[in-house]
Each structure stands twice: as C-alpha cells, then as structure tokens.
C-alpha cells in the first residue's frame, strides 16, 4: 500500500519569508501524481499544487513550486513570499494513474503540517 | 453550484443513533468520493462512486457504514448504530474522472466537511 509521511507536525515562517515543507512518499509504480493540499480553519480542503510523476519539471503555482525527486520518493512544498492568509494545515497526497487500474483512485494523505505565519 | 456542498455542517448525536451525512457534488462530476478525517489526522478513505458502476466500499471501516449515490448526483453516507470513535469529520470529493486516453486530468475538489460528535 502507499504510504505518504510529512515528518514536521509544525511550522512557522515570518511574513514575507520562505517556507519549505516536506513530504516523502512509499510506493513501488512509476507513475502517479502528488498533490499539495491546504486546509484551513474552514475545513475546506484546497488544492495547492499537483505533480504528475512522469514530468521531471517541478511544477509552480505563483508563490508556490515543489522539489520532486523521483528516485529519493520526496515531494517538498515551497511558499515564498509569505503570507497571513497562508497559515493553514497542509497535506501531501498521493494518487494512482488511471491508466490500467481499476476501482478508485482514492488519495493517500499524510498527516499534514500545521503552518504558522508570524506578521 | 460552484462547487461541492454538504451538510449538514455539524451533527451532534448520542451513541446508537443512526446518522446520515449528505454531499451534493459538482454538476458534472461522475466521480465521488468520501473520506473520513479524525482529529489531528490526515483524510481516510471511505468510498467510491463512478458513474453508473458498482461503488468501491474498500475503505469502509466495518459494516455499519454505508454510502449511496443517485445516479451522477446527491450522495448520503449513513453510519448506523454511531460509536465515539466515528466523531471526525467527513468529507466528500468529486472530480471529472476522465475515461480513455493515457493520461487523466483527475482532480478532486472537497467540500467543507461535516463535523460529526457521537456523546
């Protein structure tokens, strides 16, 4: 089964500074897509970012890029430039390709990190 | 509506009672999903509709827990005979899975959860 694990219950950033946030993965197909996604206070879960596995470029979002490699399974989230309205939990996931697989492609979530922004 | 809703928000119920949670997804949208977050935890999950087809019940967690959809619209989950450990937060998903071609575009959207308490 896959297994996705963010290491870092917490976190803090000052405003305007920049975060890493890290996720690391277990899974034995070569092809999937990583997600990135935040949830605030409201409980609705956001997508971020999304990574397809088979693209060796990192794939940005404005402030937000990630750091994918592949062969060490780790998937890190960077937001530069922070800000107030960022401060959220953030969860990693993992999901399968559809090609060739059947039943669901449920998303396997880690634990999430808890982002403090400092103004 | 612009996106996927569910209710009720909150649910407060005594243990034994029977309960049903409710996710209208986005028009369109013939894949949905349910998931379960339980406090301080990342999203389990639960179940999986497509289309017209028999649903995935591979994550649900005992057989009190039952979900159905309507076709490509409303869906309710029902946990019969409630116990303190189902009080988490439910969350529904649908996306636009896509049939055919190499690579899918499947992207789940979320709703903002019910909070369900079992005394």
């Known amino acids: 089964a896959q297994t996705v694990t963010q290491s870092q219950p917490e976190m803090s950033v000052q405003e305007a500074e920049t975060v890493t946030l890290s996720c690391t993965y277990d899974?034995?197909?070569?092809?999937?897509?990583l997600f990135w996604y935040k949830q605030p206070p409201s409980r609705q879960m956001i997508l971020v970012i999304r990574q397809e596995a088979y693209k060796q470029q990192n794939a940005t979002e404005n402030r937000f890029s990630v750091n994918f490699q592949k062969a060490a399974k780790s998937f890190s989230l960077k937001i530069s430039d922070s800000q107030l309205g960022d401060a959220a939990m953030y969860f990693c996931?993992?999901?399968?390709?559809?090609?060739?697989?059947?039943?669901?492609?449920?998303?396997?979530f880690g634990t999430g990190t808890r982002l403090t922004v400092i103004p | 509506g612009a996106g996927v809703s569910q209710s009720p928000s909150n649910k407060v119920t005594e243990k034994g009672k029977d309960v049903e949670l409710r996710c209208d997804p986005i028009?369109?949208?013939?894949?949905l999903y349910w998931y379960r977050q339980r406090l301080g935890q990342g999203l389990e999950f639960l179940i999986y509709f497509q289309g017209n087809s028999a649903p995935d019940k591979s994550g649900l967690p005992s057989d009190r827990f039952s979900a159905e959809r309507t076709g490509e619209s409303v869906s309710t989950l029902t946990i019969q005979r409630t116990q303190q450990e189902d009080s988490a937060v439910y969350l529904c998903a649908s996306s636009s899975k896509t049939s055919g071609g190499f690579w899918d575009t499947d992207t789940q959207y979320f709703g903002p959860g019910t909070r369900l308490t079992v005394l």
């Open positions: 899974t034995s197909e070569s092809d999937y897509y």
């Open positions: 028009s369109g949208h013939t894949a």
């Open positions: 996931a993992y999901r399968r390709t559809l090609v060739v697989q059947t039943g669901a492609n449920n998303l396997f």
